[in-house]
């Protein structure tokens, strides 16, 4: 049993305080009308789950996620909304005429998991400092390459062909154009 | 910890990631949206590695390969969202009526050579 940094209480409130920083700036990616600071609210989101996972005794993960979510995907996204000239500042048109349906529906999904998942949960305790030695690199590794190799090479073949995918669809508008002109 | 706390959480930021891709018009920012509901998923499963301890080490893994697969997923969506912009001169979805190209140039400046080769040829 190794000793964790936080007491189980002081543990459950930092949980839900990034919570509650986690569900705000998603929130604010989901509805704030510049595109340039949803995505940097994203950011924020990501860097709030990341400390969920460690919170969670996944550290291998957290650091995969502050540096594939926050470090490269957000950087994917400002370079897209630069390159679609994308309205820089706030824009009224970016959601008005679905808003009301896609409500009932978040709010309906929303109760219905909260739901299902109290009902089923509610009588559920766990003492994550006890999942210590299951998140750390080690552990994850020797998980990956014993259990896990067949769809971890098949990945790498997904990513090389999201790869040849992307330069193929970037490259074919400038030749045809090079072509044309 | 009490186990409906990650979950909840999890449940709450689908949700919040549901509203955004229905509700939103810009195609990143559907993209955005499509990365919450992504990250709720995962927040799910690291809850459940922790609440389980499952000896294959399945939530966790699990959660790499979703990373991995946002992350080509992401790099694909922009290459098509560029494309679409680079064609049609909008990244609005509420204006992608058709799946053909289009024939009708958009404006003057946006007249592309594709385009003007199509007005020709008829």
């Given at each position: 049993?190794?000793?964790?940094y936080l007491s189980p209480t002081g543990l459950e409130i930092a949980f839900v305080l990034i919570g509650l920083v986690t569900l705000g700036s998603g929130l604010l990616v989901v509805t704030v009308k510049n595109l340039v600071h949803a995505a940097l609210w994203l950011l924020v989101c990501m860097g709030s789950i990341a400390v969920e996972y460690l919170l969670l005794t996944a550290e291998l993960l957290a650091w995969i996620q502050v540096l594939i979510y926050a470090g490269a995907i957000i950087v994917l996204f400002l370079f897209g909304l630069m390159l679609t000239r994308a309205p820089i500042g706030?824009?009224?048109?970016?959601?008005?005429?679905?808003?009301w349906p896609a409500l009932i529906?978040?709010?309906?999904?929303?109760?219905?998991?909260?739901?299902?998942?109290?009902?089923?949960?509610?009588?559920?305790?766990?003492?994550?400092?006890?999942?210590?030695?299951?998140?750390?690199g080690e552990a994850l590794g020797t998980q990956l390459f014993k259990y896990w190799v067949l769809p971890f090479e098949v990945l790498s073949v997904l990513l090389l062909a999201a790869l040849v995918g992307a330069i193929v669809l970037s490259r074919r508008g400038r030749d045809t154009e090079e072509a044309e002109a | 910890m009490h186990a409906v706390y990650p979950l909840v959480l999890g449940a709450l930021l689908f949700a919040i990631g549901l509203y955004g891709v229905l509700?939103?018009?810009?195609?990143?920012?559907v993209l955005m949206a499509i990365e919450l509901l992504l990250n709720a998923v995962t927040l799910n499963l690291v809850s459940f590695?922790?609440?389980?301890r499952d000896r294959y080490g399945m939530g966790q893994i699990f959660t790499l390969f979703i990373i991995t697969i946002a992350a080509a997923e992401t790099g694909l969506g922009l290459a098509i969202v560029l494309l679409v912009y680079r064609q049609r001169a909008t990244a609005d979805l509420g204006e992608q009526r058709a799946l053909a190209e289009p024939v009708e140039p958009v404006t003057a400046d946006e007249l592309s050579p594709r385009n003007v080769e199509a007005e020709v040829a008829r």
């Open positions: 049993m190794s000793h964790g706030p824009t009224e048109e970016l959601n008005v005429r679905h808003r529906v978040g709010l309906g999904a929303a109760g219905t998991l909260v739901t299902v998942i109290v009902q089923a949960y509610q009588h559920t305790w766990f003492d994550p400092r006890g999942a210590v030695p299951l998140g750390s | 509700a939103r018009r810009n195609a990143i920012a590695s922790a609440i389980l």
